[in-house]
């Protein structure tokens, strides 16, 4: 989302997500590079919450595993 062309890639996305019948969508809106560092300094991190199925949590409370899994699907940063 940095261009403007990927921000029209993503309005696109979410246009054709709700054309197809979709009625929800969330997003995090937090860097790889803050993800990393929260789970690294947790301790620093405390107020630090992510969306995680539906519902919002800290991340610094969630499982190793967990914070890899939604590390990994955070690492598609750029459009």
């Known amino acids: 989302m940095a261009t403007k062309r990927g921000q029209a890639n993503l309005g696109a996305m979410i246009q054709s997500y709700f054309a197809l019948g979709a009625?929800?969508?969330q997003f995090n809106t937090v860097s790889t590079e803050t993800?990393?560092?929260a789970q690294a300094h947790p301790e620093d991190y405390k107020d630090l919450?992510?969306?995680v199925a539906g519902y919002s949590?800290?991340?610094v409370n969630l499982s190793k595993s967990m914070q890899d899994s939604i590390?990994?699907?955070n690492a598609?940063?750029?459009f």
Do not use: D, P, S
């Open 23 to 25: 009625f929800h969508v």
């Open 35 to 37: 993800l990393r560092k």
């Open 71 to 73: 590390i990994a699907r």
């Open 49 to 51: 919450l992510v969306r």
């Open 76 to 78: 598609h940063e750029t």
């Open 57 to 59: 949590t800290q991340f």
